[in-house]
């Protein structure tokens, strides 16, 4: 069995929902030499998080960033935490509500996503930052 690990560092993105899975294969050439195996992307941060959704139309993107904005708002007189300003604790809730880690079947040297699928970072602060991710492959 192959493992593979790789550490990067993505550059600052906006808030919203934004697709990653290119950075991705292109980051990590080692998926490549798996035939059969997984592929872990697991983000270290609890301000955003990881997802797999729609890759085509932006508007989905645009529509996840407004309804978790309905879901979890703003402002709300009862969150405590809120020393970095109004969206550090909608920005944990989130990142909890979608998780932090996502598993990708590799086939053959390539991420098995299907046709309509692609790797979102979520971005869930104003500011967050560049973000790293921990990329395990692992297979045969």
């Given amino acids: 069995m192959l493992f593979f690990q790789k550490e990067i560092q993505l550059q600052s993105f906006k808030r919203g929902f934004h697709l990653?899975?290119?950075?991705?294969?292109?980051?990590f050439p080692e998926i490549q030499d798996i035939k059969t195996g997984q592929l872990q992307v697991f983000i270290k941060h609890t301000s955003a998080s990881l997802t797999?959704?729609?890759?085509?139309?932006?508007?989905?993107?645009?529509?996840?960033?407004?309804?978790?904005?309905?879901?979890?708002?703003?402002?709300?007189?009862?969150?405590?935490?809120?020393?970095?300003?109004?969206?550090?604790?909608?920005?944990?809730?989130?990142?909890?509500?979608?998780?932090?880690?996502?598993?990708?079947?590799?086939?053959?040297?390539?991420?098995?996503?299907?046709?309509w699928q692609g790797v979102y970072l979520c971005e869930h602060r104003n500011h967050g930052g560049p973000r790293k991710l921990v990329l395990t492959a692992y297979g045969k």
């Avoid at 990653?20 to 980051?27: D, G, K, L, M, R």
């Avoid at 529509?63 to 944990?92: C, K, L, R, W």
Wanted: proline share 8%.
């Fill in 52 to 115: 797999i959704n729609e890759n085509a139309d932006p508007t989905v993107r645009a529509d996840f960033e407004s309804h978790f904005n309905q879901y979890v708002p703003e402002n709300t007189p009862y969150y405590i935490h809120t020393y970095e300003g109004p969206d550090d604790m909608p920005a944990h809730i989130k990142a909890s509500l979608l998780g932090n880690s996502i598993l990708i079947p590799i086939t053959n040297g390539k991420l098995n996503l299907g046709t």
């Fill in 20 to 27: 990653i899975t290119e950075t991705i294969i292109s980051e």
